[in-house]
C-alpha cells in the first residue's frame, strides 16, 4: 500500500482538534478545505439528490484535499443512531470511486474500540502513544468549545464593536500550531487572557436565544451562515448545549438519554434516530428558564428533526416562546436566512421588553 | 366499539392483518377509504412541508376518521423479527397524532429487541380488556390469512413471471404500491401499454445469501428489497422502475444500491419520484417514453 496521505470529515472549529489527532500519530494531513459556497456547489454536484446536506458538504470539503494529493479517507459512522448518517461512509466512498478517485476509505463505527483499532491499523502507534494522542486531543477540544462559549458571551456585550470575533479568529489560528503538547498550556493561557482582556459592560442585560437542532447545522458555523456572530452582533447573548462533548458524553454515559425520555414523556415516547428527542428536552429547559427565542436549525429534510419539528411547535404554542426553524440546504441563500433572522429578531426584543415590563409593573 | 384504522402507511406493512385481529376480538373496524384527492390535501396542509409525501397521505387518513370511531389504532412499529428496525418516521408517528386529532389513540410499541410480536399484542388486548386466549386465538386467525395472502401473491408471481410479455418489476416501499391514488396507478398504465407489472413484495426470497453488493442495513426494507431483488435478478425482466415518495430519507440510500445492480447488468432503470404536485400527464409521457426505448 501506498503511504497513507489522510483527509477527514470537517466539523466547524472542531476540525483543528481532529487535525491534531493525525499529525501527533506521525502520520501526513491534508485537511479538508474550509466549507463555501463552491465546496457545497461541488459536493451536491456529486451526492445523491435526496441525500442530506452535511453528507454534501462533507463531499465537498474532501474534493480539494483530494486534489492536493490525499487518498485515504476518515469517517465516523453511526453517529446519530436510527439515521442516515450511518451510511454517509458507504455512499461517500460509492460515490468518489464513482467520479474515478482512487481512494481507500475508513469508515468506522463511533465506539472507542473500533476508532482505536483503526487508528492503530494505519498508524502503527503504541497503546500509550495513542493514549497521549486522545488526551491531548481533548485537551484541544474542551479549549475549542470553551472559546466558543466565552465567544457567545463576550460577543453581545464587547465595547468595541468586533474585538471578539478578531480575537476568537485569532486564538483558532493559533490553535492550529502547536506541535508539542507541552506547548500548549500556555497557548491556553495566553488565548484565555486575551479573551478576557476583551472590554465589556457587565451589567448589560440581554435577551437571550438558543440553538436547538441537528448537531452538525448547529456547531459549524460555516454552514450555518455564522448564525451565533449574527445574533452577538445584534447585542442578543446565544446559548447552546450541542457540542462533540455533549455528544461523547452521551454515547459513553447512557443515562442521560434516559433523563431525556423521562422528561419529554409526555410529548414524544420513543427515540426517532439522531438527536430528535435532545432538541425537545433542551426546547423545555429553554422555555423554563425563560429565554427569550428559540433557533431550531436542521438540514433540509433530516429525518429526525422533521419528526420532532410539530412537537416543538406545538411547545411554541403553549408557552408562547418566539420560535424560528431554518432549513439548510444547497439552495438556501444567505440573503434569505438574514432577513427571517432580522424578522426574528425583532420578534425577540419585543418578547423581552415585555417581559421586563411585568416583572416592573 | 369501533376502532379505526388508517389506510396508508403502516396499515401496509401488515395488510389485512390489523382488521382480522379486531374483528376477531369482537370489535367494530372502519377503515379508511383508499387514498383520494381530498385526503391527500387534506393531510398536505397539516403535515410539515418536509416531511416525506407518504406520511402526509397518512395524516390525512386520519383527519378522515377522526371524531368517526371510538379508537384511532396507530401501532409504533420499531424494531421487527429480525431485530432490524423501521424507518425512524414511524417511531414518532402515534405521538404526532395526538397532536393532530382529537380522537383517542390506540397504540403500543412493537420492539422485537424487548419483547415478542405475541407479548405486545397480549398487552394490547389488555388495553382493550381482553384475556390472554382470546388474543391469541385472533392473532392466530389473523396470521392464517397473512399466510393465505403471501402464499397467493407467491403463486401469482409464478403465474406473472411465465407470461410472454415484457416483464417490469416495481420497486418501492408496499405503502406506494399498493396504494393506486399515491403512484398514479402505474400497474394500470403499464397494463394498458402492453406490459407485466410485477410488485416487488410478489417477489420470493429465495436464498438469503447475501450476493449482490449491499451494505449490511439496519433498516428491515433495506434487507427485504434487496435479497427480493437476488430472487428477481434471476429471471428475465425487461425492466425496473423504483417510486419513491419525495422527501424519503431511506430510499435516497437504498436507491443508489438498488440502481447500481440494474445498471451493471444492463438491465434499463427509471427513477421516479412522486408527491402531492406530481401530474399524470407527466408521469405517463416518461412510461411512455422509458417502454419505447426498451422496444
Known amino acids: 500500500m501506498e503511504k497513507p496521505i489522510i483527509t477527514f470529515a470537517r466539523w466547524g472549529n472542531y476540525t483543528i482538534a481532529f487535525k491534531t489527532i493525525f499529525e501527533q500519530l506521525g502520520l501526513e494531513v491534508i485537511p479538508p478545505e474550509k466549507t463555501n459556497s463552491q465546496t457545497i456547489a461541488e459536493g451536491a454536484k456529486l451526492s445523491p439528490e435526496m441525500f442530506c446536506f452535511p453528507m454534501k458538504v462533507n463531499l465537498g470539503n474532501y474534493l480539494p484535499a483530494l486534489k492536493k494529493g490525499a487518498n485515504t479517507i476518515f469517517m465516523v459512522q453511526n453517529i446519530g443512531g436510527s439515521c442516515r448518517q450511518r451510511y454517509y461512509g458507504v455512499i461517500q466512498e460509492k460515490v468518489l470511486k464513482e467520479a474515478g478517485h482512487q481512494i481507500n476509505f475508513l469508515d468506522f463505527r463511533a465506539t472507542p474500540k473500533d476508532i482505536y483499532s483503526k487508528v492503530k491499523e494505519i498508524s502503527g502507534a503504541s497503546f500509550w502513544q495513542i493514549m497521549k494522542v486522545v488526551r491531548f486531543f481533548f485537551k484541544k477540544l474542551a479549549l475549542i468549545e470553551k472559546i466558543e462559549k466565552m465567544g457567545q458571551y463576550y460577543r453581545p456585550r464587547e465595547i468595541e464593536k468586533g474585538e471578539t470575533d478578531r480575537i476568537i479568529q485569532w486564538s483558532f489560528s493559533k490553535l492550529e500550531e502547536p506541535k508539542k503538547e507541552e506547548d500548549f498550556p500556555k497557548l491556553k493561557r495566553e488565548i484565555l487572557k486575551k479573551i478576557t482582556e476583551i472590554k465589556i459592560d457587565k451589567n448589560k442585560s440581554l435577551p437571550k436565544v438558543a440553538l436547538v437542532g441537528e448537531i452538525y447545522t448547529v456547531c459549524d458555523p460555516t454552514i450555518n451562515f455564522k448564525i451565533e456572530e449574527k445574533l452577538g452582533m445584534e447585542e442578543i447573548e446565544v446559548h447552546r448545549q450541542m457540542d462533540i462533548t455533549y455528544h461523547i458524553k452521551k454515547l459513553i454515559f447512557p443515562w442521560k438519554d434516559w433523563i431525556i425520555q423521562r422528561k419529554i414523556n409526555p410529548y414524544l415516547r420513543s427515540t426517532v434516530g439522531g438527536h430528535g428527542r435532545d432538541a425537545i428536552y433542551e426546547m423545555l429547559n429553554y422555555v423554563k428558564e425563560d429565554f427569550d427565542g428559540i433557533i431550531h436549525l436542521l438540514p433540509f429534510g433530516c429525518m429526525p428533526e422533521v419528526t420532532v419539528r410539530p412537537i416543538l411547535e406545538k411547545i411554541h404554542q403553549e408557552s408562547g416562546m418566539p420560535f424560528l426553524s431554518l432549513s439548510l440546504d444547497e439552495q438556501v441563500a444567505e440573503a434569505g436566512i438574514d432577513t427571517r433572522l432580522e424578522a426574528f429578531i425583532d420578534v425577540v426584543r419585543n418578547h423581552y421588553k415585555n417581559k421586563s415590563r411585568t416583572e416592573i409593573s | ?295
Open chain 2, 1 to 295: 366499539m369501533k376502532i379505526g384504522i388508517p389506510q396508508a402507511l403502516l396499515y401496509w406493512k401488515q395488510p389485512y392483518f390489523w382488521e382480522t385481529f379486531f374483528e376477531n376480538l369482537g370489535f367494530e373496524v372502519l377503515l379508511s377509504p383508499p387514498t383520494n384527492k381530498e385526503i391527500v390535501e387534506q393531510g398536505v396542509k397539516v403535515s410539515d412541508p418536509e416531511t416525506c409525501f407518504s406520511n402526509k397521505v397518512y395524516w390525512g387518513h386520519l383527519l378522515w376518521l377522526d371524531g368517526k370511531c371510538d379508537y384511532i389504532f396507530i401501532p409504533r412499529l420499531k424494531v421487527n423479527k429480525e431485530r432490524l428496525e423501521y424507518c425512524p418516521k414511524f417511531f414518532g408517528v402515534p405521538d404526532l397524532a395526538k397532536i393532530l386529532v382529537k380522537n383517542k389513540i390506540l397504540t403500543e410499541t412493537f420492539n422485537e429487541r424487548k419483547e415478542s410480536f405475541e407479548r405486545t399484542i397480549e398487552k394490547l388486548g389488555e388495553k382493550l380488556n381482553k384475556n390472554r386466549e382470546e388474543v391469541k386465538k385472533a392473532a392466530e386467525i389473523s396470521f392464517l390469512k397473512q399466510k393465505e395472502i403471501k402464499e397467493k401473491e407467491e403463486e401469482d408471481f409464478l403465474k406473472k413471471i411465465q407470461s410472454p410479455k415484457q416483464k417490469f418489476i416495481l420497486i418501492s416501499h408496499p405503502y406506494n404500491l399498493e396504494d393506486g391514488y399515491v403512484n398514479l396507478r402505474m400497474k394500470e398504465k403499464l397494463e394498458k401499454l402492453g406490459a407485466e407489472a410485477i410488485f416487488i413484495d410478489e417477489v420470493p426470497i429465495q436464498n438469503k445469501e447475501n450476493k449482490l453488493d449491499w451494505p449490511k442495513f439496519h433498516w428491515e426494507f433495506g434487507k427485504e428489497i434487496m435479497e427480493k431483488m437476488s430472487t428477481i435478478l434471476n429471471y428475465n425482466i425487461a425492466g425496473a422502475i423504483e417510486i419513491s415518495s419525495f422527501q424519503c430519507g431511506c430510499d435516497a440510500v437504498l436507491k443508489e444500491f438498488v440502481e447500481k445492480e440494474f445498471k451493471s447488468r444492463k438491465i434499463p432503470f427509471l427513477y421516479l419520484i412522486v408527491d402531492e404536485q406530481t401530474g399524470e400527464a407527466g408521469f405517463q409521457t416518461r412510461l411512455e417514453a422509458f417502454l419505447d426505448t426498451i422496444k
